[in-house]
């Protein structure tokens, strides 16, 4: 690894020596194993580490362990553009985790990658022109100190440690065991046992079709529906396709148009069409579920389809399921858990040995690193995006964010290229920083919520919006949320633009 290293306590401001990289990368997962490809292939003279706080690379994928954990996107738009994906259109964490290690194997990236390191801090110095990055290393407790002349954020938008479950009123009364599927128990037993799933998100429509073979019988417990979409494992274009034996990239290229082309169809009729989607969605889910189901109470949400996700399940799994009587859907609002399982508002109790808390995440700005510029803790609940790829006021610092509506990869992709042109850019113009700053036309502009809530307002994103960075009313102070907007503005943005301060 290319590295030079810095002795001078007084320099670094740390316990120790730290070693110096041109670029360090935060995060091991889909986004952080992207961006360190682009940068070893776009400039492979530049030193790079990148760190992460688990023991192993694919962040999300190695997270989630729970029964079927698999993609909520299609693999053909979830994977890299450079790295054709050659399994079925829906894959499992253990096969998106084999094609990480690929990837990695690939781009020669091992070599550059440290697990078991949680930062503590990063802080920036004008002077020194350079992040001082603060880990510990997870086991150990040792401290280690890193500096970078460029720091990438790419350690996605939650919570890790601790997934999100209410609290409610019995909770350590219940004799059986409660499980977030975030921290599932490898050895957990369900076999034959009466199951409450609480949620109604994808990890539930993930996780109940997974149970519902082995346990007695599993509910699906909600507050309020869910728009879910039966789709098949296979696109209809795949078998033919691969038929023809098509060079890989061929095949990965057509079926990604194929795929981002009908997404870009379901988002257009979410907004210009909302009440058809919603009648196609709702009369989908009534022909795979029994004869009078009462589909209007269960898979009817109030909001608009694509105001929150709607959740995939591939060949309607979790209709299968329901059909075969192994599972079943309640919608009503929890009293109190018992000894033995969960009474409803309603007065009906659902009994049950495992009770599952499919009840989402919490998101974490920058994995909940506290950050400093030039010893003045940054405030990013006070600081606009630039673009939705940096922050105003904060120098040489690049992050990662995708889509809701789309692939997550589809936007770190194309923030990856951004930001190697930005390198590009700098060191053609031979600049040593690059800080996003408002200009004066942008004084008296307000600072928005980072979701509007009309536009998206998934229950993670409110419970965390007074945590989160602000934008503008205005480009280039807001994060797009739409690829088939965003493809033909990322790309072509000019780095000159007065926004990017430059020294």
């Not at 985790?97 to 781009?107: C, F, H, K, S, T």
């Not at 219940?174 to 128990?185: A, E, L, N, R």
């Not at 009534?286 to 949400?301: I, K, S, Y």
């Not at 510029?373 to 940054?378: K, L, Q, S, Y």
Request: hydrophobic share 35%; with cysteine; glycine share 8%.
């Amino acid at each position: 690894m290319n590295t030079d290293t810095e002795t001078s306590h007084e320099a670094t401001g740390s316990p120790g020596p730290a070693e110096h990289f041109d670029t360090i990368i935060i995060g091991a997962g889909i986004s952080g194993i992207g961006a360190a490809s682009h940068l070893r292939h776009e400039h492979p003279g530049r030193s790079l580490l990148v760190l992460d706080a688990m023991d192993g690379f694919g962040g999300t994928w190695w997270t989630h362990r729970y029964p079927g954990a698999r993609s909520d996107s299609d693999l053909y738009t979830y994977a890299y553009a450079f790295k054709p994906w050659r399994g079925n259109s829906i894959a499992t964490a253990d096969e998106i985790r084999a094609y990480l290690g690929e990837v990695i194997e690939e781009n020669g990236l091992a070599p550059h990658i440290r697990y078991g390191h949680q930062i503590k801090a990063a802080r920036w110095s004008s002077q020194d022109q350079r992040w001082t990055l603060t880990a510990t290393r997870t086991g150990s407790g040792e401290t280690k100190t890193f500096t970078a002349s460029f720091l990438w954020m790419c350690a996605g938008y939650y919570d890790h440690e601790k997934g999100y479950t209410p609290q409610w009123s019995g909770m350590e009364d219940f004799k059986g065991k409660i499980v977030h599927p975030q921290h599932w128990p490898q050895d957990l037993d369900y076999t034959g046992k009466r199951v409450v799933v609480i949620g109604s998100g994808a990890t539930a429509a993930t996780l109940i079709p997974s149970l519902a073979d082995a346990v007695e019988h599993v509910t699906m417990l909600q507050r309020s529906p869910t728009f879910f979409s039966s789709e098949p494992r296979a696109h209809p274009l795949e078998a033919p396709l691969r038929a023809l034996k098509l060079p890989e990239d061929w095949m990965h290229e057509i079926m990604r148009r194929a795929h981002t082309a009908k997404g870009a169809e379901v988002i257009r009729m979410s907004f210009e069409q909302p009440e058809d989607l919603r009648t196609f969605l709702v009369e989908q889910a009534r022909a795979q579920l029994p004869e009078g189901f009462d589909v209007a109470r269960h898979f009817n949400p109030a909001y608009r389809p694509w105001q929150q996700r709607v959740a995939v399940i591939p060949d309607g799994d979790l209709f299968a399921a329901i059909r075969s009587g192994k599972a079943s859907v309640v919608t009503d609002t929890i009293e109190c858990f018992d000894a033995t399982g969960i009474r409803l508002c309603s007065g009906e109790h659902l009994d049950a040995g495992i009770i599952v808390t499919a009840t989402g995440f919490n998101m974490k700005t920058f994995g909940g690193v506290p950050f400093q510029v030039d010893g003045e803790p940054v405030d990013f609940t006070r600081r606009v995006t630039y673009r939705g790829v940096m922050i105003e006021g904060v120098p040489n610092m690049a992050y990662t964010q995708g889509y809701f509506r789309s692939s997550w990869t589809l936007r770190s992709d194309m923030v990856s290229e951004m930001v190697c042109r930005l390198i590009a850019h700098m060191r053609k113009q031979g600049h040593a920083v690059v800080q996003p700053t408002l200009r004066p036309e942008d004084g008296d502009m307000p600072q928005l919520t980072w979701m509007d809530p009309t536009n998206f307002n998934a229950g993670y994103v409110m419970r965390a919006q007074d945590q989160l960075f602000r934008q503008g009313d205005r480009d280039p102070w807001q994060h797009c949320l739409e690829y088939m907007k965003e493809r033909t503005v990322l790309p072509r943005v000019q780095l000159d633009e007065e926004a990017l301060v430059y020294r």
